[in-house]
């Protein structure tokens, strides 16, 4: 240590005040990865910091495993240390580091839990039928993603091939023509639960250590011909965005909302006294231009309820694991978190950059942010999730 030290200054509007902090993993000039919370515009140091080699690994997994009470105390020690000066080699500016994904995901699983978009989608996908199969309003539909395509924000994506039906009927195998967009909310386990036992929905906090944003790049053409009657497959696996900054849910006590009305009234392993929604608004940049402002308070399915359906067959939870939300639409046209809904299976073409466009083309940028009420007088911000499409590698 050099003896120096610094004031981190954070501005009264910033998204990044003390009462968010966010974990991430990165690298400083030069440096190997480890983990670090972002405050203001700078990120602290968390191995200079805080005397632990558990924070000096290039996940968080460790940290996340300590339990709900470790990672208390940790913020409570964080949230001291940001008052006071800090040794110089410990702060470094989040213009200057690189970022990785700030855990190591063992399983990946994704929901359809907005009621909006499963309806959209249900129009869309099957114009002649109920837009909600059967099964909707009594358990959170949701299926097993691949964990291994899991990619940190910044990551470019490259255009997937697969089989899609043409006109005559007959399918043919190319480069994904409706490539498309999820804006989801991601929640990443911190706590372990054992096989055999489900987590029930008051436990919810015992084992989520907080969100993320994500988005699950989806090619339409690919999943359309694909995905009965075992869901979604190559359509979906291809690349899922998540952003580098995961904010705890101890920073997020103040955006607790009460669910909508659910009818019918959900089976009992389903219900718990403290189930709540998330009042998170997020948007969707496309090339720069604002498309959409999808509401996460409107969510039909909480995240306990989620997590109480994924284990409630005795699948057991490990730290680092991801679920997702589904892509999460509001009832109006500009709160719609995918292309194809915002374009209406491609028949309305969205203005972005002064053109009409429906689906993704090669080269476009996809930012997705959010922000949700913090704790002080200020909204609190999660950081963002962004990719740039790149052109298929044809066979
Ligand atoms: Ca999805």
Do not use: C, W
């Given at each position: 240590m050099s003896g120096a030290t610094v004031r981190v200054d954070v501005p009264d509007d910033s998204l990044f005040g003390p009462e968010n902090m966010p974990y991430g993993v990165f690298a400083p000039p030069g440096g190997e990865f480890r983990a670090g919370v972002r405050l203001g515009d700078s990120v602290l140091d968390l191995p200079a910091l805080l005397d632990d080699p558990?924070?000096?690994?290039?996940?968080?997994?460790?940290?996340?495993?300590?339990?709900?009470?470790?990672?208390?105390?940790?913020?409570?020690?964080?949230?001291?240390?940001?008052?006071?000066?800090?040794?110089?080699?410990?702060?470094?500016?989040?213009?200057?580091?690189?970022?990785?994904?700030?855990?190591?995901?063992?399983?990946?699983?994704?929901f359809y839990a907005s009621i909006d978009h499963a309806t959209n989608l249900g129009r869309l996908f099957r114009p002649d039928a109920e837009p909600l199969l059967p099964n909707w309003r009594h358990l959170p539909v949701g299926y097993h993603g691949r964990a291994g395509t899991v990619v940190v924000s910044g990551t470019p994506v490259v255009r997937p091939c697969g089989q899609h039906r043409t006109d005559s009927g007959t399918p043919e195998f190319g480069p994904s023509r409706r490539l498309d967009i999820e804006a989801e909310l991601g929640f990443v386990v911190g706590t372990a639960s054992r096989r055999g036992e489900p987590v029930p929905v008051d436990e919810f906090a015992d084992h989520v250590f907080g969100v993320a944003l994500v988005n699950d790049w989806s090619a339409r053409d690919i999943q359309a011909w694909e995905y009965q009657p075992l869901g979604p497959f190559l359509g979906k696996s291809f690349a899922t965005s998540l952003s580098a900054w995961i904010t705890p849910l101890a920073a997020l006590t103040r955006a607790r909302v009460p669910l909508p009305p659910q009818v019918p009234k959900p089976l009992p392993y389903l219900r718990g006294t403290d189930d709540t929604g998330l009042d998170i608004a997020l948007t969707v940049t496309w090339n720069g231009d604002t498309v959409s402002r999808p509401p996460y308070s409107r969510m039909y399915w909480s995240p306990a309820q989620m997590l109480a359906h994924l284990t409630a067959n005795g699948a057991s939870i490990r730290p680092g694991d991801l679920y997702a939300s589904g892509t999460i639409s509001g009832p109006e046209p500009g709160q719609r978190g995918s292309f194809i809904e915002l374009s209406w299976g491609g028949t309305e073409p969205v203005i972005v950059g002064g053109a009409e466009r429906t689906f993704l083309a090669d080269g476009d940028e996809v930012t997705i942010t959010a922000t949700a009420p913090g704790t002080a007088s200020r909204p609190i911000g999660l950081g963002e999730v962004r990719g740039t499409v790149l052109a298929a590698h044809e066979p």
């Open positions: 558990v924070f000096a690994r290039p996940d968080l997994n460790s940290f996340l495993a300590q339990g709900p009470a470790a990672r208390r105390v940790v913020r409570e020690k964080l949230r001291e240390l940001a008052e006071s000066p800090l040794p110089a080699d410990a702060v470094h500016a989040v213009e200057a580091i690189r970022m990785t994904l700030p855990v190591r995901i063992g399983d990946y699983v994704d």
